[in-house]
């Protein structure tokens, strides 16, 4: 994979030149994010402008445009306790406190005496800790003028105000204004008109003697979070809707100075190479040998500091050759691929990375033979659209449009494979939970069609049910996985039987299955599956997963006993067996039972028991053939009770008629049991839901939870 990534990095660089490395470097900002209720929220650019000859700090704002991460060369910030040194930052505290004084203390030349001005003017430097001046801001003026006029506009009222509603508004702008600046006001609901204007005007007069502006200089002092609110607010912004924050000196945008770039491209790569930088010296070789490019006798470093795909330990001394700490037996690279890999893996999360529920994903290409005239960047667009349109089949028409986009693609298939890099990344962490490697796209394409074959089914013979349909997404749905490793382990075994032509176990499958129908039954919270699913409609979509596995050759171990004789079942239900392709007769015995449990329950349902007592009967942990026996006396009776069993008996007749031929050799496991018993029973009800005998579950009680696409 690190060959995969240097080669893309390769590509990148070369076409662009390494002196455009920082941007290269530079992460790609969205042009629109989600906010936690889920609305979409245009993103803007936030700039402190530096005004020396106002002495004032300017907030101008902007519109986040294709390539603003390159315009505003944003790198990312440091992690951890490392010093902040950029001028474009995601978080606006680094800027308004250590940033500036910082890099003023890396970089030369101009820079170094603008930064040092900029300093003594309008920052405050105490116990060793710089911050800004609050009062510089030019939004402070502003708001001591709105918050003025307003008490000035609540006076007017007043002064007109007679009934109670009026006063009442009054009184809601009064306590507005003082909650923002901190005062109280309280009045009592049994006041009567007068003595509320009396008090109303006691307090406009109590507000006009103070100084707003210094008022709101003490509470920005103690409450920097009120601050930057303020300041935003101040631009009709939000902290949802700004992407990063710039610095600009007297108009001039000091992100393209030549002293801040240099800083940059050292702190990035020059540092690791300098013999006399003492943080890193110990892992470079003056003469070594590159383990990407094998060149010898050239400088090296075994420190992976600056990249972000942690593609071995050197934070732990135990996995250094001979216990030194050093590395540099390990792994080392060159200066030329360590600049490779860095573009790489900024090429990859800005272009490669994508989902599949819950789990984030690079999608790595690796090219089997050089193509100096290919566009990587429209080959690397259809890659991830081919991938995106097996985890969603909303995607198909994106894909087919992409392709058409870039007629190369067909002819470049063969010439790459895809790697799928499955990570856990925290704030200064980085995790890797599960890498695939070396899929063809040819596995893609085959996926898609088996995904879109089942797609035609179900909307020809189905309704068009999208709860029933099938992608990687809904297999994400299809594993129970609750927040750990160990859960997300399986799933990711999964896929890489899907994406690698293994075989899976089918009765591990239906373990899974019988698990989401446990959750789903006794509304059990912590999983990837919501709770308020419909039991009923959610096992007909795991029959359809099978079915998906079945169209792959992908189920190991599942024994299709033969057939003794004809059933005579309704049509629909030969069809909805033979669609699914993994029913035998013991299979289609529990079916036929489930079946037939559900027309109880559907009666029971009609007659307003919502719950279906009937479920009670069946052991959802799991059921032996015994068990199985007892529940068919009892569905017997139940058949009676609610004068159904003429409906119902040629069906309990076929499902008999089978349990009496395999009983004494039951071939079918606990799990199994239950899985096809709540099968047919889950069928019986979408039958009924469907012809308008019962009404359908409610739209939240059908979809799924959870996930990277609902942040």
């Known amino acids: 994979m690190i060959e995969a990534i240097k080669n893309i990095g390769e590509f990148i660089n070369a076409k662009e030149g390494k002196e455009k490395l920082l941007e290269n470097l530079c992460i790609k900002l969205p042009l629109e994010k989600r906010n936690n209720k889920g609305e979409s929220i245009k993103q803007r650019i936030v700039i402190l402008n530096f005004d020396e000859t106002n002495g004032k700090i300017i907030c101008e704002i902007e519109a986040v445009k294709e390539e603003s991460g390159k315009e505003y060369l944003w790198l990312g910030n440091n992690p951890g306790n490392k010093p902040q040194i950029f001028l474009t930052s995601k978080n606006i505290d680094y800027l308004l406190e250590d940033s500036i004084a910082n890099i003023q203390n890396k970089v030369e030349g101009n820079l170094k005496e603008s930064l040092k ?5 309008f920052f405050i430097r105490e116990n060793g800790k710089c911050t800004i001046k609050p009062e510089k801001f030019i939004f402070i003026d502003e708001r001591k003028k709105f918050i003025e006029d307003k008490l000035g506009t609540v006076k007017n009222r007043l002064e007109t105000a007679n009934t109670k509603k009026e006063i009442d508004s009054i009184i809601k702008d009064i306590k507005n204004i003082c909650s923002d600046i901190e005062e109280k006001f309280e009045v009592s609901p049994k006041s009567s008109s007068e003595e509320l204007k009396n008090k109303i005007l ?43 924050y710039s610095v600009k000196l007297n108009n001039d945008l000091l992100i393209k100075r030549e002293e801040y770039r240099a800083m940059l491209f050292d702190e990035k790569i020059g540092c690791l190479f300098d013999i006399n930088n003492k943080n890193y010296k110990k892992n470079l070789l003056k003469e070594g040998r590159c383990s990407l490019c094998d060149k010898t006798n050239i400088q090296t470093t075994s420190n992976a500091t600056n990249l ?5 330990m050197t934070d732990k001394i135990g996995f250094s050759s001979d216990f030194d700490g050093k590395f540099t037996k390990n792994f080392n690279i060159c200066k030329e691929c360590y600049m490779d890999l860095m573009a790489g893996e900024r090429f990859i999360d800005n272009n490669m990375k994508t989902y599949i529920g819950g789990l984030r994903l690079y999608i790595i290409p690796t090219l089997l033979f050089k193509n100096a005239d290919l566009n990587f960047v429209a080959l690397s667009n259809s890659i ?44 200064s962490d980085f995790k890797v939970l599960k890498l695939i490697k070396d899929v063809p796209p040819s596995r893609l394409t085959l ?19 999208k709860i029933f349909k099938i992608d990687l997404r809904s297999i994400y749905y299809a594993i129970p996985i609750s927040d750990n490793d160990v859960a997300y382990s399986k799933f990711l ?27 789903i039954h006794f509304a059990q919270n912590g999983y990837n599956i919501s709770p308020k699913s419909s039991l009923e409609f959610k096992t007909i979509q795991l029959n359809f997963a099978s079915l998906f596995f079945n169209k792959l050759n992908l189920l190991r171990g599942l024994k299709m006993n033969e057939s003794k004789g004809n059933i005579a079942v309704p049509e629909e239900i030969t069809k909805f067996w033979n669609d699914i392709g993994t029913y035998d007769d013991p299979r289609k015995a529990l079916f036929l039972l489930g079946y037939i449990v559900g027309n109880v329950g559907n009666r029971q349902y009609k007659s307003g028991h919502e719950t279906k007592p009937i479920l009670n009967k069946i052991n959802f942990q799991g059921m032996n053939i015994q068990t199985i026996i007892r529940l068919t006396n009892d569905i017997f009776e139940k058949l009676a009770q609610y004068k159904i069993l003429g409906y119902n008996e040629t069906i309990f007749h076929q499902y008999k008629r089978l349990v009496d031929i395999y009983s004494n050799d039951w071939p079918l496991n606990n799990q199994e049991n239950v899985f096809y018993i709540l099968s047919g029973y889950s069928f019986s009800t979408y039958q009924a839901i469907t012809t308008g005998k019962i009404e359908l579950p409610k739209e939240d009680e059908t979809i799924e939870e959870g996930g990277i696409e609902n942040e």
Do not use: P
Not at 210 to 227: E, G, S, V
Not at 397 to 403: M, T, V, Y
């Open 447 to 465: 996926i898609n069609n088996k995904e879109f074959q089942i797609d035609q089914l179900i909307k020809e013979s189905y309704k068009d049910n």
């Open 384 to 427: 991830k659209h081919l991938n995106n349109a097996i985890v969603n089949l909303n995607s198909l028409s994106k894909l087919d449009r992409q392709i058409i986009e870039f007629k190369e693609f067909k002819d470049e298939k063969n010439n790459f494979i895809i790697n799928y890099l499955f990570y856990r990344k925290g704030k």
């Open 202 to 244: 006691s307090k406009l007069d109590e507000l006009n003697k103070i100084d707003i502006k210094d008022l709101l200089l003490k509470i920005y002092k103690d409450k920097r979070k009120k601050f930057i609110e303020d300041l935003l607010d101040s631009k009709s912004l939000t902290t949802d809707g700004v992407s990063i």
């Open 493 to 519: 075994e999964v896929l890489d039987a899907i994406f690698s032509d293994r075989k899976i176990d089918y009765s591990f499958l239906i373990d899974q299955f019988a698990e989401i129908i446990r959750i």
């Open 308 to 312: 972000n795909f942690k593609f071995y």
């Open 117 to 121: 001005k900029v300093l003594n003017e």
